[in-house]
């Protein structure tokens, strides 16, 4: 019983902190800013890949970021940006990749302004500081996703070599579709624990992230899974937006993900400030009344 109103208790504290602090808008917010950072972001992580040689990094980054969203929405939008990015570009350290590259960074900004509101703390960084880390980011990503693509070029040969030698790890070995899930789960779940630890103000201890991470994990799984199911049987964007049925099917799950997001820092907020309200209130002893200790003097 006691768990139960614990868990009532900190889901109403969460949700109403996310109704009054305009959770919604800065879903909203999260949503178009992560969509206008999308484009940036792999522009100029392309062309800084092409300079350092990596010509496979484009594929490897749609993988990436598109194997964890549904299809109906996912297809459409990796096309496009196949086709962006595989315009030969030469020119890396132009004005224009440079400015994408503070375009890209503005999505990190967007992850931070959400993060310390959800955690109810005051920004006290300098302007410089918080620029810098976001670009920092936005590079740290790319040379990641730069480390990944070279690493999944190299795994099929390697497995090749493993299974002429060591032929029982064949069963083991899998497939490319399964080592990118794989690899696109580990990026989500390293790309959450660094945003929720770095991006707000304050400090947090991993234990303290934990449960909304996974709050988020499960909720974004759930809610692909709906999304999808009723963009495939009950969906009426293409008769409704024609040609634009494929940015707005992209902004509404955006919406939906930012959402959830949010709320996920919400409640790993106000699990501690349940504990932190739980820690000043006097201990009760086993048949409910205040112990001896902490009992009023008659």
Do not use: C
Request: proline share 4%; aromatic share 14%.
């Amino acid at each position: 019983m006691r768990r139960i109103v614990a868990f009532k208790r900190v889901l109403w504290d969460a949700l109403g902190h996310f109704n009054a602090d305009d959770g919604w808008s800065m879903a909203s917010h999260l949503a178009i800013t992560a969509l206008m950072a999308l484009f940036p972001f792999l522009i100029f992580a392309t062309a800084l890949a092409s300079f350092l040689g990596a010509d496979a990094f484009a594929d490897t980054a749609v993988h990436i970021i598109f194997d964890t969203w549904p299809d109906t929405i996912a297809e459409p939008i990796s096309k496009e940006v196949v086709n962006v990015l595989t315009v030969q570009r030469s020119d890396f350290l132009t004005i224009s990749i440079l400015v994408a590259g503070i375009f890209a960074s503005n999505g990190i900004e967007a992850l931070r302004t959400a993060l310390n509101r959800a955690y109810r703390v005051a920004e006290n960084r300098s302007f410089m500081f918080r620029r810098l880390q976001s670009i920092f980011f936005v590079f740290l990503t790319t040379f990641g996703f730069l480390a990944i693509s070279v690493l999944l070029v190299l795994a099929p040969v390697a497995v090749r070599i493993a299974v002429t030698y060591l032929p029982w790890v064949e069963p083991y070995t899998g497939t490319i579709t399964v080592w990118r899930y794989l690899v696109a789960s580990t990026v989500i779940v390293i790309g959450l624990v660094a945003a929720h630890i770095w991006l707000p103000a304050g400090t947090r201890r991993l234990a303290e992230i934990v449960p909304g991470i996974l709050f988020t994990l499960g909720a974004w799984l759930l809610g692909s899974l709906v999304f999808a199911t009723y963009l495939e049987h009950f969906s009426s964007y293409a008769s409704t937006y024609a040609g634009l049925a494929s940015i707005m099917v992209a902004v509404v799950f955006l919406y939906m993900i930012a959402m959830i997001f949010i709320l996920g820092g919400e409640l790993n907020a106000s699990i501690v400030r349940y504990y932190e309200a739980r820690a000043k209130v006097p201990q009760l002893d086993r048949a409910g009344d205040a112990s001896p200790a902490t009992r009023p003097a008659s």
